[in-house]
C-alpha cells in the first residue's frame, strides 16, 4: 500500500471510530506517520492530497477547484483531458479503479447510479457541475468520463457585450425581447455557450415573473426567488419509472409559469414544448443545429417523433407562434464565444 493509502486508510478509521472531524483524523493520521516513517516525509502535501482523496474527489479536485477550466474528460487511466484556454492532456497516476471509485462518489450526491443495467447516466456534482459517465460494454475498455464545470459567477447579457461575445446592438435587442416577453430559442453546436447565454437572458427577468424549468440535469444558474428548477429522472433497476422531459414540460404547465424554460430539445419533447408556447406563455429553450434557419427547420421535423399524425400543416403554423427570435450562438477557432445572427422568426424564413 502506497503512503497516501495508508494515510487514507487509517485517517477514515479514526474519523469514524472516534467520532472527529474529517481535518483532525487527517492531522493526526500524518502526525502517526511521520513518527514511524524512516526519513523525512512532506506532512503539508500528504494532508493536502489525503483531503483530497476524503472530502473531493481524488486527483481530480485541483482541476475542478481551478476557475479557468470549463471541462474535464477521461477517456483511460493515467491521463486526464481538460479546455480551458485550448485542450491540454495531462498524464495523472490514475488507475481505472481510482477512476471507478471517484466517478461512484461523485454520482452519490445526485442519487444515480452506473452498472451494467444502466451504463449510462447523466448527474450533478455537489457545486451544480454536470457529469455524464458511459462504461463498457458501451465503451470499448474503459469509463468514459465527461465533466461540464459549474459557472458560479453571475452572467448577464451586459457582460456578455463586454466579454465580445455580444455587439452592443444585439445586446439591445435581446434585453427589448425578453422585456416584451418574446420566446427565444437558443441555437448552436456544443459549447457554442447556449446555456451561458439562456443565463444570461433570464438575469433580465423582472422579480415579480414565476420560473420553471426542465432540464436533463440540472444547468441553470441563476439568481431569481420564483423558480422551480425540474429535472428528468431515469428509470432505476428497482423498477421505478423514467419521468422524461415530455412530462415535466407537461407537469410545469399546471404549475402557473409566466416563463417556461426547456434546457434542451432534442426529442420528442419539441411537440410539447410548441404546444405549450402557443398557449401564451413565453419561453426559452437550446436546441443543437449549425445555423438559425437550420434551428427552425429542426422544429419541423423534431415534433413527428411524437406519433404519426403530426403534419407540417400544423407544425409550421405551430412554430411560428413558439417563438420569436433565434439566438445562434457560435464557437471561433480560437476559443471565443460569439452571438453570429438573431433572426426573427416569420413566414419567410419558414
Not at 445526485?110 to 443495467?117: H, K, Q, T
Not at 465533466?147 to 458560479?152: T, V
Not at 399546471?254 to 401564451?280: F, H, K, Q, T
Not at 403554423?317 to 452571438?339: H, N, Q, S, Y
Amino acid at each position: 500500500m502506497s503512503m497516501l493509502g495508508e494515510l487514507v486508510q487509517r485517517a477514515r478509521s479514526l474519523a469514524v471510530s472516534n467520532k472527529v472531524a474529517l481535518e483532525s483524523a487527517i492531522s493526526k493520521a500524518v502526525d502517526e506517520l511521520a513518527e514511524r516513517a524512516p526519513g523525512p516525509i512532506d506532512e503539508s502535501e500528504l494532508q493536502v492530497l489525503a483531503k483530497q482523496e476524503l472530502a473531493g474527489f481524488g486527483v481530480l479536485q485541483p482541476f475542478l477547484d481551478d476557475p479557468g477550466i470549463e471541462e474535464i474528460w477521461i477517456n483511460r487511466p493515467g491521463q486526464l483531458h481538460y479546455y480551458s484556454d485550448q485542450h491540454h492532456v495531462v498524464g495523472l497516476e490514475l488507475t481505472a479503479s481510482q477512476i471507478r471509485n471517484i466517478t461512484l462518489r461523485m454520482l452519490a450526491h445526485s442519487g444515480r447510479r452506473v452498472d451494467r443495467l444502466t451504463p449510462y447516466v447523466d448527474a450533478n456534482l455537489p457545486d451544480g457541475s454536470r457529469l455524464h459517465v458511459v462504461i463498457p460494454e458501451l465503451t470499448r475498455d474503459s469509463w468514459a468520463i465527461n465533466i461540464r464545470k459549474f459557472r458560479s459567477s453571475r452572467i448577464t447579457l451586459l457582460e456578455l457585450e463586454r466579454l465580445g461575445t455580444l455587439k452592443p446592438a444585439q445586446r439591445k435587442k435581446l434585453e427589448a425581447a425578453m422585456k416584451a416577453q418574446q420566446s427565444i430559442l437558443i441555437a448552436g453546436a456544443t459549447q457554442a455557450g447556449k446555456t451561458t447565454m439562456m443565463t444570461a437572458l433570464l438575469a433580465e427577468l423582472e422579480p415579480q415573473e414565476r420560473l420553471i424549468s426542465c432540464e436533463d440535469t440540472f444547468e441553470l444558474a441563476i439568481e431569481h426567488d420564483d423558480w422551480v428548477a425540474m429535472q428528468v429522472r431515469p428509470a432505476s433497476a428497482e423498477g421505478t419509472r423514467e419521468i422524461g422531459l415530455r412530462e415535466l414540460v407537461k407537469q410545469s404547465l399546471r404549475m402557473r409559469p409566466s416563463r417556461l424554460v426547456i434546457g434542451e430539445v432534442r426529442g420528442a419533447e419539441a411537440l410539447d414544448m410548441l404546444v405549450a408556447l402557443n398557449s401564451g406563455i413565453p419561453g426559452l429553450c437550446t436546441l443543437h443545429a449549425d445555423s438559425a434557419s437550420a434551428a427552425l427547420q429542426k422544429l419541423l421535423t423534431l415534433p413527428l417523433l411524437a406519433g404519426e399524425n403530426i403534419t407540417d400543416k400544423f407544425l409550421r403554423p405551430t412554430v411560428l407562434g413558439a417563438f420569436d427570435l433565434v439566438v445562434f450562438c457560435k464557437r471561433l477557432p480560437d476559443g471565443r464565444r460569439i452571438v453570429s445572427e438573431i433572426l426573427e422568426v416569420s413566414d419567410a424564413v419558414l
